[in-house]
Nanobody, 118 residues
Framework: QVQLVESGGGLVQPGGSLRLSCAAS????????MGWHRQAPGKQRELVAN???????NVADSVKGRFTISRDYAKNTVYLQMNSLKPEDTAVYCC????????????WGQGTQVTVSS
């Protein structure tokens, strides 16, 4: 059974930091592109960042320079380090897994809420 379990969300003040984690099980972690997406109320879901099996990263312009994606192959975990958080970063953040060579998302996590507010 495939599971992507996110953790690390919460309430943080503007300018603060959070690190999200997504622990994957039931998949061969090394052959999946892992990603983080977010969806704010009333808005479409957007890709925040992803990282290929080889470690290449792609980060949305809206968070470039503030967010960093990384992965730990030994722990089957992908991280999203979020710095200099802004109120507009408030959203539910979901982890995804895409098998190399495919276009659509194969697996989703359940999501974790990030709220940036003073």
């Amino acid at each position: 059974q495939v599971q992507l379990v996110e953790s690390g969300g919460g309430l943080v003040q503007p300018g603060g930091s959070l690190r999200l984690s997504c622990a994957a099980s039931g998949i061969i972690f090394t052959i999946y592109t892992m990603g983080w997406h977010r969806q704010a109320p009333g808005k479409q879901r957007e890709l925040v960042a992803n990282i290929t099996s080889g470690g290449s990263t792609n980060v949305a312009d809206s968070v470039k320079g503030r967010f960093t994606i990384s992965r730990d192959y030994a722990k089957n975990t992908v991280y999203l380090q979020m710095n200099s958080l802004k109120p507009e970063d408030t959203a539910v953040y979901c982890c995804s897994a895409v098998l190399a060579g495919r276009v659509g998302v194969d697996y989703w996590g359940q999501g974790t809420q990030v709220t940036v507010s003073s």
